[in-house]
């Protein structure tokens, strides 16, 4: 390693918040970030950026962090590129991480790729892998390209920090423990409110249902199978009585019969809950890379020779309007009789 890169040191997770509430991915980005520091010898650290935001450093001790670099200022209140850009850059630039880890949600994505061009290095978006080089100890990134046709595994061997933003529901959590002990760190900011070209006047919320998918234990997803919009009806009998929730392919979200938020697969969200029912889904690979990793897989297709099947535990071959139904039926019996 050269006299430049050597100056660097300690992975950093980007603990991103939302009005005061950590985001999901940040628990999963800190259980790969310790796995990653002690094949580094490094240092777990996470950066803390928002308004009143200091309170949340000892919940990222509980998951791991042995340090929380916190970045206080009213003017961090809601995200702006310009601000949350700056910020970080300036403590990149201060404390020299060796490894910055952000989550692909619409921030990270967002956000780190401004970064990577502040401080002149590299980015790896929407890694679904990651591996420390035992040779060298360099990251070694896996993502999806050409469609998901292929894995391609990405290194930054002449600049730092190496970066990537890491796609929901890829990486296991980290384990809460409430005795972790650690090390708050108050970064000391140089912000104007002249840094931010961009102000927000107002932040309206949508009212319709967005599904979150990520943390669902069961998901029963919807393709172009279902024949018509309405066929998402039975899809939602049959997550209701599961206790579980809706998703479905991209095909059935282009056809505008279901809201991108339900969209598992490379250009929707990656999920892996206890149970995965795919019905009516072909089984593209653009697909499977979304939904894989699931503990049980079931598939229903009239279709015996369909991709899906490749992949799943359990596979039906039937008419999904005779088979969903029959299903709702024999678990609704069954819950009645456990009540």
């Not at 920090?161 to 529901?169: F, I």
Request: aromatic letters at 6%; one cysteine or more.
């Amino acid at each position: 390693m050269d006299n430049l890169t050597s100056q660097y040191k300690d992975v950093w997770v980007f603990a991103e918040q939302r009005h005061g509430v950590i985001t999901p991915v940040v628990y999963e980005l800190l259980g790969e970030g310790k796995k990653i520091a002690g094949e580094t010898g490094s240092d777990l650290c996470a950066l803390l950026i928002g308004k009143n935001v200091s309170s949340l450093a000892d919940e990222l001790i509980m998951y791991g962090a042995d340090k929380v670099y916190v970045a206080d200022d009213p003017l961090l209140e809601n995200y702006t590129t310009d601000g949350y850009t700056k910020v970080f850059s300036d403590a990149i630039s201060k404390y020299k991480p060796e490894i910055v880890l952000y989550g692909a949600t619409h921030i990270g994505r967002d956000l780190a790729p401004r970064i990577a061009a502040r401080v002149n290095t590299g980015l790896t978006a929407d890694c679904t892998k990651l591996e420390v080089d035992p040779e060298d100890k360099k990251l070694k990134q896996t993502r999806p390209a050409f469609g998901g046709n292929l894995m391609a595994t990405i290194i930054c061997p002449d600049h730092r920090p190496q970066m990537s933003t890491v796609r929901p529901g890829v990486m296991e959590k980290a384990a809460k423990n409430e005795t972790n002990r650690g090390t708050v760190i108050i970064v000391d900011l140089k912000l104007q409110a002249e840094d931010i070209r961009t102000r927000i006047i107002n932040i309206i919320k949508s009212k319709k249902n967005i599904v979150s998918l990520t943390d669902a234990d069961i998901i029963v997803s919807g393709g172009k199978g279902l024949g018509c919009p309405e066929g998402f009806n039975l899809i939602k009998q049959l997550a209701d009585v599961l206790g579980g929730s809706v998703g479905a392919s991209r095909a059935a979200v282009d056809a505008g019969w279901i809201d991108h938020s339900n969209q598992v697969g490379q250009t929707g969200t990656t999920v892996k809950p206890k149970i995965y029912i795919a019905c009516g889904i072909s089984g593209a690979i653009q697909h499977l890379a979304g939904m894989s990793q699931s503990d049980i897989i079931i598939a229903i297709n009239k279709n015996p020779d369909a991709p899906i099947f490749s992949v799943a535990d359990y596979g039906i071959v039937g008419d999904l309007n005779q088979v969903i139904p029959m299903l709702v039926e024999a678990f609704s019996e069954h819950r009645t009789q456990t009540a």
